[in-house]
């Protein structure tokens, strides 16, 4: 037991009225920052809670070890002082293991374990999936996250928070929202209340109003929450829910509200899935809201938003987007969505529920996107990560407007150039290849022409980062056909980083992502194809975020 523990630890058996089954419990004054929980994957879940007078305080599954596997924590900072009572239902082995510290178990090597991202954010421990919330207020920008801080595997699910100056350099605050007596915190959006139509401001600090979807067995239902302090604290409204639409669908698939201000129409508008497609509701208030119109078509996650068209303010399209990254292109005025063209897509792979962030600053109102990676992080006390942060623009091309996205510019300090080559042969190029100082993260940026080949690309260590097919027009496995049809040459611009690759195409026509395999062959870093030519090279190296 660690010496760090002064606690004052008694173990009472209680039979649980409905059988064998026993919860044990153990006491203690916090005195520490956090609470380390041993955890093994080897384990079953069982229900942990904690009380303080009595009162339960949180309630979530765990499989908790007395051989752990890992360690996740929980914060305890708003409960200094305070006696907490600890159960759980579960084997109870691991309960002794449990210690309070200022710091976190394995807090010394954290951002720097083996497969830990190190120029994305994952966050510290436990799982992540959909981004949440996404806005820029007062110089920050706030990424919640679906997020199992108990366990690398999805559950529990609450909004993690982690802020950043840049998009790039992320710090991971408590937990935002947690689950409660109503149910999960599912995914949602936030908005800032500037004009206080939900009241909740207070002086002239206006509310950032958090919209999630509560997930319990019977269904889901669209409640809100509000933050007076950057999001750092939040009070759940006592009237939750706003909208419960489980019998009109007759379905309880009704989930993840994106809420934005109208500013034509002076209304909230609030976008969600339902059942089959997203639904358009309004308020004035953001309490009450009215159901307007339905896209049918799409599932999970939504995001509608105004773009322009290339790049010109006075000509705005609309896109409607859904979870697998698919989108419309059409009007908006306020209440219904007119699709013109799609679905279409922009970007294919690991990526999903991606989200924009909103309340952008006026004098750089760029649309960018963060997507979930669903990407493994092999035997780590966290899996899953955010891709990197992209621009989302509106381009007329041959075949109509399409979406393209780039990372954003705020990524270029992260990658210092190693060499920059023209008209290179392959064997040239694959020796300029090997002035990389390491395959560990890195980026290539490289413009490649066919020639003699129907099919080329770039590989490492046996894994196909590129690989164009001209004859099948398919890159990566994935149908594209570039912008100049009768070309012969493909750009890509692909970002290695410890687990994951992002690939994008032609100046973000088309971007894929996938998980990095591990080393299964003795080739490095390798052009492939007949008699091909390099156009364009570049290589950098890739710094960590962390550092
Ligand atoms: C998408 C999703 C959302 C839901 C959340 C739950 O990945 O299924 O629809 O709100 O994840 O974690």
């Known amino acids: 037991m660690k010496s760090l523990l002064k606690r004052k630890v008694f173990t009472a058996l209680m039979m649980l009225c409905y059988g064998a089954l026993s919860a044990q419990t153990i006491s203690f004054k916090i005195t520490k920052r956090y609470l ?26 765990i499989r908790l070890a007395a051989q752990p596997e890992y360690w996740v924590f929980c914060d305890m900072a708003a409960l200094q002082g305070k006696t907490i009572t600890i159960s759980y239902d579960g084997k109870s082995e691991g309960l002794s293991k449990i210690y309070q510290d200022d710091k976190i178990a394995g807090q010394d090597s954290l951002y720097r374990e083996k497969n830990r991202p190190q120029f994305h954010f ?31 595997e999805w ?50 600090i206006p509310a950032m109003i958090a919209f999630f979807t509560v997930d319990n067995p019977e269904k889901e239902v669209q409640c809100m929450a509000y933050s007076l302090d950057k999001g750092r604290t939040w009070t759940k409204y006592d009237k939750n829910p706003l909208i419960d639409s489980k019998a009109k669908w007759n379905s309880r698939d009704t989930r993840d509200p994106r809420v934005f201000w109208y500013k034509p129409g002076n209304h909230w508008v609030m976008v969600f899935n339902e059942r089959d497609g997203h639904s358009i509701y309004t308020s004035k208030n953001l309490k009450e809201w009215k159901y307007e119109s339905h896209v049918t078509g799409f599932w999970e996650c939504p995001d509608l938003f105004e773009l322009p068209i290339d790049g010109n303010k006075n000509k705005t399209k609309w896109v409607m987007y859904g979870a697998s990254a698919t ?29 924009t962030f909103t309340n952008m600053p006026q004098s750089d109102p760029r649309r960018v996107q963060i997507g979930w990676g669903r990407i493994a992080q ?13 621009e989302l623009r509106l381009r007329t091309t041959k075949n109509g407007l399409r979406l393209t996205s780039l990372p954003v510019k705020e990524t270029e300090q992260l990658f210092t150039t190693v060499g920059q080559w023209t008209s290179l042969k392959a064997v040239d190029a694959n020796e300029k290849l ?34 164009y ?47 990095r395999k591990p080393s299964n062959s003795k080739d490095g870093l390798v052009f492939w194809g007949n008699n091909i030519e390099i156009k364009d090279l570049t290589l950098y190296t890739a710094k960590s975020i962390w550092e």
């Open 122 to 152: 994952s966050t510290r421990r436990g799982w992540i999936n959909d981004p949440n919330g996404m806005i820029f207020y007062e110089g920050e920008y706030h990424l919640f996250y679906q997020h199992n801080p108990y366990e690398r």
């Open 155 to 204: 559950e529990n699910m609450s909004w993690g928070h982690a802020v950043s100056k840049d998009m790039v350099h992320w710090e991971e605050l408590p937990t935002a929202l947690s689950p409660d007596a109503m149910g999960t915190m599912f995914s949602g959006s936030t908005v800032i209340d500037y004009q206080n139509t939900a009241g909740f401001n207070r002086g002239n």
């Open 36 to 61: 380390n929980l041993p955890v093994s994957q080897t384990q079953e879940r069982g229900i942990m809670q904690f009380k303080i007078d009595d009162k339960l305080e949180r309630s979530f599954k």
């Open 434 to 467: 090997k002035t990389l100082p390491s395959l560990e993260r890195f980026r290539i940026k490289t413009k490649i022409k066919l020639s003699h080949a129907t099919s080329a690309g770039v590989s490492l260590w046996g894994q196909r980062l590129l690989d």
């Open 378 to 390: 092999p035997a780590m006390p966290f899996n899953h990560m955010m891709l990197l942060p992209t």
């Open 327 to 355: 989108y419309m292109i059409g009007d908006f005025d306020g209440k219904t969505f007119t699709p013109e063209s799609g679905k279409h897509y922009y970007t294919t792979g690991s990526i999903y529920a991606a989200q």
């Open 469 to 515: 097919d001209l004859n099948s027009n398919r890159v990566n496995g994935v149908f594209y056909s570039p912008e100049d049809m009768t070309s012969m040459e493909i750009m890509a611009d692909i970002y290695v980083d410890k687990t994951s690759v992002e690939v994008f195409i032609d100046n973000g026509a088309y971007s894929y992502s996938f998980e």
